[in-house]
């Protein structure tokens, strides 16, 4: 099992410059989550998506989209790059079964830099 | 609001053992995890508390009171692979699958 992978793991984006992040777990997981974390400031929840085909926003949606058109899928795009979303993005997924505990599967990360 | 509060950084000796605290004001509470995160990588799970009291797993034991609003994780027999950042993580309401994380604390093991 490959767990969680991410795609790209780096990427450097002019401002106003698009790009999608690609999320792909194999746990057949139902929960799938993206996050950003900058120094200092943790983790923060950007979107997250409860099923195929649903997505809600987290704390921080502003300035980004998200799909899930597959389960296994979760995208995550920037319809116009800025400087603020320089960060390191991680992409997580997690079991609803009863009895099982949560926990979140974090992928490797993509680092991306908007200059 | 949503608060979790950790240390930033703490400093221990191989061997020894250390106590990592993390305090949470959330609206509502279903579960406090913690995550260890080594520098460029991804978190991963340590341990789950949702009941007060201990787990143990090993070397790793996390505490929680959920009337105080307070957790620790305890690590003892420290290793040098276990600098690492630690990660203090709320699940604030039940039905919902939205995580709130601290800051985590940057555990320094020294030789």
């Known amino acids: 099992n490959a767990g969680v992978t991410q795609t790209p793991k780096f990427r450097v984006l002019k401002t106003g410059q698009s790009m999608t992040l690609l999320c792909a777990q194999d746990m057949n997981h139902e929960y799938m989550y993206w996050y950003r974390q900058d120094p200092g400031m943790g983790l923060r929840l950007i979107h997250y998506?409860?099923?195929?085909?649903?997505?809600a926003k987290g704390e921080v949606p502003d300035g980004y989209n998200v799909s899930r058109l597959k389960k296994q899928n979760f995208l995550l795009g920037l319809e116009s790059a800025a400087p603020s979303q320089t960060s390191v993005y991680f992409c997580a997924s997690s079991s609803i079964e009863a009895g099982i505990v949560d926990e979140q599967f974090f992928g490797p990360g993509t680092r991306l830099t908007v200059l | 609001g949503q608060n979790i509060d950790q240390p930033t950084e703490m400093t221990a000796t191989e061997g020894a053992i250390v106590q990592i605290n993390c305090t949470y004001q959330t609206s509502g509470f279903n579960g406090l995890f913690w995550y260890q995160q080594h520098a460029g990588e991804a978190p991963t799970f340590l341990s789950y508390n949702v009941l007060d009291g201990l787990e143990e797993k090993g070397r790793f034991s996390s505490f929680l009171s959920r009337s105080k609003g307070y957790s620790y994780l305890l690590l003892k027999e420290l290793q040098m692979k276990d600098s690492a950042s630690y990660l203090c993580?709320?699940?604030?309401?039940?039905?919902?699958?939205?995580?709130?994380f601290g800051t985590g604390t940057r555990l320094k093991v020294l030789a």
């Open positions: 993580a709320v699940r604030a309401t039940s039905g919902t699958y939205k995580y709130i």
């Open positions: 998506s409860v099923g195929e085909g649903t997505t």
